[in-house]
């Protein structure tokens, strides 16, 4: 058996047009995966976001089925209860837990959802929402020490990567990517497992910093910039440590490499909540003279129908009696009001008057199961190229920036995939329709494991 029998290589956020067309003379080993084996475009979760995407194709459940429908999750249902999901919020195996319980040996390094750390058949290094090197970071607990040892600035993600500080940041980004792919060589050496994922999430933080120098489509475009390229060299390191990492591998290995999602220019921000205030959803005691999130302001939820969070989508919330603590609205009225905010939300426009094409996303209808507190509403705007801003006292329906920090790029729909079976050529082969709950199903029947039922995907022809 060759050794490992299955590598996944997963970027965070990497766009397929930048690999497939515009720069895929200059990626030559991801351009020979192509060549030789399949690729495609790999459709995202709804909501196509870090967390939950990972988590969903590592496991073939949405985030319906999962409870978890962003970074930060309601809580409970009090008005101010988001926080942060992580991997214990996953309740269901993953990949490389099936292929542990069919004897093989694996290793997941930095995948999201993966922290705090679990036992696996094998080596796991948590994600990125570990809070440093100082906390419980790996399974079993002594691989901690042996990182350590190889690399005492093991980092865990690239710290304030929506700052200014854009040389350090650039600094740090090819340090994460680099430290990646090095553990994954020392581990494929020393451990020989069957099967190893890795994500880097370079690529993800390398597009919020570095957009606007790159893409003359960008709103707020940065011509001549000494930044101009540094996504296109990221990309191409990339490339380079793929080809590195090859070499580690047998000549039949298997390799996926895959990401969760795309990105675009950033063109704007939708104030969420300033537009249910203007349309008489939402009533504050006060309104605030600066910028301020929702939760930091006073609000008179005894007048209030409707909220809304911000992010790389809208979520909506309504407040309904019974349910929430001051709740407006009764169960009778609830379908009617979503559907009233879905049809004043579908005509907003740009500022300069041109259609957003938002769609709005009812979760009952578009996940398998509803579990935890989802939003009563899911907006995109413009397939992600606006985001939402959650902030109140912004005194505008738009806005350029985003509230959280500098960005260039927000999220696209749409990821890549690209597999290359040396024992199965497909010479080209382009895929269509992938969506990334079909690489779990997909990898199960591959190497004949027994998938579980109501499993959301597809098995492709790869």
């Not at 351009?31 to 909501?47: A, D, F, K, V, W």
């Not at 008179?300 to 919330?317: L, P």
């Not at 749409?414 to 199903?441: C, E």
């Amino acid at each position: 058996m060759p050794t490992p029998r299955l590598l996944i290589i997963g970027l965070d956020c990497m766009e397929p047009s930048l690999v497939f067309e515009r720069w895929r003379q200059d990626l030559p080993n991801l351009n020979r995966l192509m060549t030789q084996g399949s690729y495609g475009r790999l459709e995202s979760s709804i909501p196509a976001i870090t967390v939950p995407a990972w988590s969903c194709m590592m496991t073939g459940r949405d985030p319906g089925e999962l409870g978890i429908y962003g970074f930060r999750n309601r809580r409970d249902r009090d008005y101010h209860s988001m926080g942060i999901s992580d991997g214990r919020a996953v309740k269901f195996p993953r990949l490389w837990d099936f292929l542990g319980e069919a004897g093989w040996k694996v290793a997941a390094l930095s995948v999201p959802g993966t922290s705090p750390p679990y036992p696996i058949n094998g080596s796991l290094v948590s994600c990125f929402l570990t809070p440093g090197t100082d906390v419980p970071f790996t399974h079993p607990p002594e691989l901690a020490e042996q990182i350590r040892a190889w690399m005492p600035d093991f980092m865990m993600d690239v710290p304030n990567f929506r700052s200014d500080e854009k040389a350090r940041i650039l600094d740090n980004l090819f340090k994460l990517c680099d430290q990646r792919f090095t553990l994954a060589e020392k581990l494929i050496v020393q451990d020989q497992p069957d099967f190893l994922m890795l994500v880097d999430m370079g690529v993800d933080r390398i597009h919020h910093a570095f957009w606007k120098p790159m893409d003359p489509h960008h709103p707020q475009y940065e011509p001549n910039s000494p930044f101009a390229n540094a996504i296109h060299d990221y990309y191409v390191h990339v490339d380079q440590q793929i080809g590195e990492l090859l070499q580690h591998c047998d000549e039949d290995t298997a390799v996926l490499v895959v990401s969760d999602h795309g990105a675009q220019p950033l063109m704007g921000g939708i104030c969420i909540n300033e537009w249910l205030i203007a349309n008489g959803y939402l009533t504050l005691k006060e309104a605030p003279t600066e910028p301020l999130p929702l939760d930091k302001v006073s609000v008179d939820w005894s007048q209030t129908k409707v909220w809304g969070a911000g992010g790389y989508y809208a979520r909506i919330f309504l407040n309904v009696k019974g349910r929430e603590p001051e709740g407006t609205i009764s169960m009778m009225d609830y379908e009617r009001l979503r559907d009233e905010l879905s049809q004043q939300l579908s005509q907003l426009t740009t500022p300069t008057g041109q259609s957003l094409n938002v769609k709005i996303f009812k979760p009952q209808q578009i996940y398998q199961k509803v579990r935890g507190r989802a939003p009563d509403l899911i907006v995109y705007f413009d397939d992600l190229a606006w985001r939402s801003v959650g902030s109140v006292g912004i005194g505008d329906l738009y806005t350029v920036e985003n509230d959280t920090g500098p960005d260039d790029a927000n999220h696209a729909p749409f990821g890549l995939m690209v597999f290359h079976d040396p024992r199965l050529p497909k010479n080209g082969q382009v895929i269509t329709d992938a969506q990334l709950y079909d690489i779990l199903p997909t990898f199960l029947d591959r190497y004949d494991i027994q998938s579980p039922k109501n499993l959301r995907g597809k098995i492709l022809n790869i």
